[in-house]
């Protein structure tokens, strides 16, 4: 499992280095119950035991959704990966790319944490304030190796939602996707978008 991991993230890494975050710097915030932290270990919960569960990437699929939807900001997430011209979409097509990169990135976490082996996910209690926003640091340790996993989060209603992913740390996982659309966006428009994302998730899961 850590392997699939760690090939996962450098392949982040390498499309979206030119967005880095520097968040140590920030004071945390000073609460008995953070409910950003909160979100995000209830999620680690479930990543966990989809992981123990083993089995095929569609059974981890269908485990892990209801979770990825209560704890990410999924249309938010959607806006940010396609970039300014999704404003400007129709309903319709808002409706289909996010349901599609709704779809992806739980089939993504289902593909690449595929199996137990003691791994331990640790989050910090306190998020870090930025403005309007608040991070959560957390890190996956492994038999071999601790990745670092951040996450961005804002409020919706009276939760906090994560809107972007950092891996190793500072690497924003909505920069890279902005970056693998940008040329099928380009050439294909909202409806060329949905069908390749739609395309890559039937992949995974096959």
């Known amino acids: 499992m850590s392997r ?10 390498l499309a979206a280095a030119p ?15 953070d409910a950003s932290a909160a979100q995000v270990q209830g999620f680690y919960d479930t990543l966990t035991a989809a ?3 083993g089995g095929s990437a ?29 404003a400007a979409m129709s309903d319709a097509d808002k409706k289909a790319l996010t349901e599609a990169f709704t779809r992806m990135t739980v089939a993504n ?14 989050v910090e209690p306190a998020s870090i304030a930025r403005g309007s926003d608040r991070f959560v640091k957390s890190t ?10 951040n996450y961005r989060t ?16 500072n690497i924003s996982q909505m920069a890279q996707k902005r970056s693998d659309f940008a040329s099928t966006l380009a050439s294909g428009g909202a409806s060329g978008l ?3 994302i739609n395309a890559l998730t039937d992949q995974m899961l096959g």
């Open 140 to 149: 996956m340790k492994t038999s071999s190796e601790t990745i670092a996993f």
């Open 109 to 122: 976490y289902a593909k690449s944490f595929d199996s137990f082996s003691g791994e331990k996910f640790t």
């Open 51 to 53: 992981m123990k569960m």
């Open 58 to 86: 569609k059974g981890r699929y269908d485990k892990l959704r209801p979770a990825v939807e209560k704890a990410f900001d999924m249309p938010a997430m959607t806006a940010t990966a396609v970039g300014p011209s999704f």
């Open 4 to 13: 699939i991991l760690k090939s996962f993230a450098v392949a982040l890494m």
């Open 154 to 169: 804002h409020q919706v209603g009276s939760d906090w939602k994560i809107t972007d992913v950092y891996l190793a740390g």
């Open 19 to 33: 967005a880095a975050l520097t968040i140590s710097a920030q004071p945390a915030q000073a609460q008995a119950a």
């Open 194 to 196: 949905t069908k390749r």
